[in-house]
């Protein structure tokens, strides 16, 4: 029997930059899932990319006073 092999997850610049935020904030992803009204899963899946979630992402960046480049595409 083969083991898999984990892969290591690539964050996202947003990703990213909102973590570290929320480190200089001593947040929480959850804490900010609250703020932010979403679900904590919710919050994973715009992470993750599985959900757009071009509103909440402006909304994240305006809470947490982060630059709006990090919403262009690709960045």
Same mark, same amino acid.
């Given at each position: 029997?083969?083991?898999?092999? +984990?892969?290591?997850?690539?964050?996202?610049?947003?990703?990213?930059?909102?973590?570290?935020?929320?480190?200089?904030?001593?947040?929480? &992803?959850?804490?900010?899932?609250?703020?932010?009204?979403?679900? &904590?899963?919710?919050?994973?899946?715009? +992470?993750?990319?599985?959900?757009?979630?071009?509103?909440?992402?402006?909304?994240?960046?305006? +809470?947490?006073? &982060?630059?709006?480049?990090? &919403?262009?595409?690709?960045?």
């Amino acid at each position: 029997m083969e083991l898999k092999k +984990f892969e290591k997850k690539i964050m996202s610049r947003f990703e990213k930059e909102v973590r570290k935020a929320l480190i200089d904030k001593d947040m929480s &992803l959850g804490d900010l899932a609250s703020e932010m009204q979403i679900t &904590l899963s919710y919050l994973y899946d715009i +992470f993750n990319g599985n959900r757009p979630g071009d509103i909440q992402k402006e909304k994240i960046v305006a +809470f947490l006073g &982060l630059d709006r480049s990090i &919403l262009a595409k690709g960045a």
